[in-house]
């Protein structure tokens, strides 16, 4: 199995801040990365496929980048709204297998 | 839209069968285009891929769960489902039922998700 694994698990964020969480493969997944946000109680939400493509109506401030095996999911301005868990998750091979998830919280 | 539900009962009692159906709607899972799988998140926990099928009946199973699993489609009712046997209070979770791309393997969109208990 791919292992996932993301960094940092938790982080206090201000509105306005810029957030960077890394994702790191076991091994090579080439571009075959996507990205979740989980707020409390809700069903996950797909934010970036294939690494950098955006889901259809989510804001323009998250971004995905990387390859291989290193991987960042970028907030370019934290909003209210965003404060959540982020996932990382391979489609690369099978099992599909997801990172443990990164808190976001207000500092 | 494409929207998946998930249903079957909220408590299990240990040694049993947790058996749950997902029901699409705004697609069709005999087109081909996706596969459909099932995801679990264990309460306070991270997510769990459990398997996937295809309309054909091709299914792929997480080996850590593989001995104990069976998902299967019923394509005349646009369902799919899990069954997973000989359950313990480890496979107390939120499941949920997914789109999953065939490409890139993404999931998307979710059902609501449903919490199985075990317990007796």
């Known amino acids: 199995d791919i292992q996932m694994t993301q960094s940092p698990s938790s982080l206090s964020a201000s509105v306005g801040d810029r957030v960077t969480i890394t994702c790191r493969a076991s091994q090579s997944i080439t571009r075959y990365l996507n990205w979740y946000q989980q707020k409390p109680g809700k069903v996950p939400k797909l934010l970036i496929y294939a690494t950098s493509s955006l889901q259809s109506g989510v804001p323009s401030r998250f971004s995905g980048s990387g390859s291989g095996t290193d991987f960042t999911l970028t907030i370019s301005s934290l909003q209210t709204e965003d404060f959540a868990t982020y996932y990382c998750?391979?489609?690369?091979?099978?099992?599909?297998?997801f990172g443990q998830g990164t808190k976001v919280e207000v500092k | 839209q494409v929207q998946l539900q998930e249903s079957g009962p909220g408590l299990v009692k240990p040694s049993q069968t947790l058996s749950l159906i997902c029901t699409v709607s705004g697609d069709s899972i005999s087109s081909g285009g996706y596969y459909w799988s099932w995801i679990r998140q264990h309460p306070g926990k991270g997510l769990e891929w459990i398997g996937y099928?295809?309309?054909?009946?091709?299914?792929y199973y997480n080996p850590s769960l593989k001995s104990r699993l069976t998902i299967s489609v019923d394509t005349s009712r646009n369902q799919f489902s899990l069954k997973l046997n000989s359950v313990t209070a480890a496979d107390t979770a939120v499941y949920y039922c997914?789109?999953?791309?065939?490409?890139?393997?993404?999931?998307?969109?979710w059902g609501q998700g449903t919490l199985v208990t075990v317990s007796s």
């Open positions: 997914a789109r999953d791309s065939l490409v890139y393997g993404w999931f998307d969109p």
């Open positions: 998750q391979q489609g690369y091979s099978t099992p599909r297998t």
């Open positions: 099928i295809y309309y054909t009946g091709v299914t």
